[in-house]
């Protein structure tokens, strides 16, 4: 875990290809070394979970997380949700996860190139679509350097991906600004589940070549641990013509993650993953006021990033739990329009427990820091650094009012951000179980979405707050300007 610390806090930023070759130099010969212990450990085979071996009834009380941030049967959350399963993306053949939400419906999944993809839910689709909130693993991975989300370094070991919750509607109660139109949580597998080792490799007309290993062991009874290392490189596609285009790329990754689960109630988890890859770009730019008058050329982004989450849950003898977590985050990316160096900090505390046989309350705090330093031939940004610091709260209440049958949630959350000042964003949800095959549900949240970055001013837009009211799927949120 040294060399992950030492990236976060100590590395310098990067302000030349060279360098940044050098660093990625450097993660290669730490995940090599990994890769070559590794591999001189047994082997063993990766069970996968089936689920035809569920009942229909177990099919509709599999738990999800990422409605209400507690663990609730999918066919009881007031939320459009869809679950798309570890079998789902292994039967599919899927090697990331932008193309494994394909099989969300509801999601519009658009690949712009060999390595950019739009995703979105309920219209409004663009690269960097800033009312979809996207986490791993309970950590928002958006960029507010456009309130998007860079999907090309959005990556994991597929095989450690346990599932991936899919909102459709607002879900900015519990979660913030951003979830607008939807959110998206992959979640991993724990460590004890992905005991013994894991080697995949292959190579393709498209695929050129990619490789995974995977190992996981145990420290003590209550300890485990797991380390993984993952390279691809995939062609470029073509143009009308069938001339090969610039948007080639290849990334290296490496991480790990341990769990400790002692006897006594309380859980504690370590994740940190680190990455550095080459992304083939093409730029068109006016250069002639004479036909043909723009011209194209090519050139490579160079990425890179590290991070680090740790997550402490305790739970009491009454039967509430507390959960303190804490993600740090640094990313680097070197473009020839501008180079960017980020840092994030992200700490929330979150506490569940029912002060009452019909009631159950989740209530959290949030804080949320990053800086970036933007540099730029191109370009004139002001200010070049810039530091923005979010703080939330929100309260959850979800109360039975007929015991099986009938369900009020009510919820808020307060947000308060350096550019507008406090955003208060509350939510009521209605849930009738008529029986146990049928569901209804109807919300009426108000949200807001995250501030937009508008290069070159450096500037931010505020989207107006939007209010609804629908029936069986959630509001709409602000909608992008017409022309």
């Given amino acids: 875990m040294s060399w992950l610390f030492s990236y976060l806090f100590f590395y310098k930023p990067v302000q030349s290809a060279p360098q940044i070759y050098a660093a990625r130099q450097w993660l290669s010969i730490c995940i090599g070394l990994s890769l070559a ?24 009380h599999v738990e999800i997380t990422t409605v209400a941030k507690k663990e609730q049967p999918l066919f009881e959350s007031p939320a459009a949700v869809y679950v798309i399963t570890r079998e789902d993306i292994r039967r599919a053949g899927f090697t990331s ?74 879900g900015a109660t519990l979660w913030g600004a ?57 062609d470029a596609f073509v143009d009308a013509a069938g001339a090969k285009t ?38 068109e730019e006016i250069a002639s006021p004479q036909p043909p008058y723009i011209q194209s050329f090519d ?42 160096v980020r840092h994030t900090l992200d700490m929330d505390f979150q506490q569940h427990f029912a002060p009452s046989l019909r009631q159950d309350v989740v209530w959290g705090l949030g804080y949320r820091l990053t800086s970036d330093r933007l540099d730029s031939t191109f370009l004139f940004i002001d200010p070049p650094e810039r530091k923005v610091q979010i703080f939330s709260a929100f309260v959850q209440d979800e109360i039975a009012l007929a015991q099986n049958r009938l369900r009020l949630t009510l919820g808020s959350k307060l947000e308060h951000n350096d550019f507008t000042g406090i955003e208060i964003q509350p939510n009521v949800r209605l849930l009738w179980m008529p029986s146990k095959q049928h569901a209804t549900w109807a919300a009426a949240p108000a949200l807001a979405t995250a501030r937009r970055l508008h290069l070159p001013a450096h500037g931010y837009r505020h989207c107006s707050r939007q209010s609804g009211f629908r029936l069986g799927k959630g509001s709409q949120g602000c909608p992008q300007p017409s022309v």
């Fill in 37 to 60: 212990l590794v591999t001189s450990m047994s082997l063993a085979t990766d069970l996968q979970f089936d689920l035809t071996q569920l009942s229909l009834e177990e099919l509709m």
């Fill in 97 to 170: 996860i932008s193309e494994a939400l394909r099989l969300a419906p509801g999601l519009q999944v658009a690949r712009l190139d060999a390595n950019k993809w739009a995703i979105t839910a309920r219209g409004f689709n663009g690269r960097f679509a800033n009312k979809l909130l996207v986490l791993i693993d309970g950590r928002i991975v958006y960029t507010p350097l456009f309130s998007g989300v860079f999907w090309e370094v959005q990556d994991l070991l597929l095989e450690d991906v346990e599932r991936i919750e899919v909102i459709r509607g607002p």
């Fill in 178 to 234: 951003n979830a607008v139109n939807g959110v998206i949580n992959i979640i991993t597998r724990g460590a004890r589940d992905t005991q013994g080792g894991l080697v995949r490799t292959g190579t393709g007309s498209e695929e050129r070549g990619f490789g995974a290993l995977r190992y996981g062991g145990a420290l003590s009874p209550e300890a485990h641990y797991r380390i993984y290392a993952k390279y691809f490189k995939r």
């Fill in 246 to 283: 610039a948007d080639d790329w290849d990334i290296v990754r490496g991480g790990f993650r341990l769990d400790w689960e002692p006897p006594h109630p309380g859980s504690l988890t370590l994740i940190g993953d680190m990455y550095g890859g080459t992304l083939g770009q093409t730029l």
């Fill in 299 to 340: 050139f490579d982004t160079e990425v890179a990033g590290a991070s680090l989450l740790g997550r402490w849950k305790h739970r009491t003898a009454a039967g509430a739990d507390l959960t303190l977590g804490l993600f740090l985050d640094r990313s680097e990316r070197q473009d020839v329009v501008f180079d960017e």
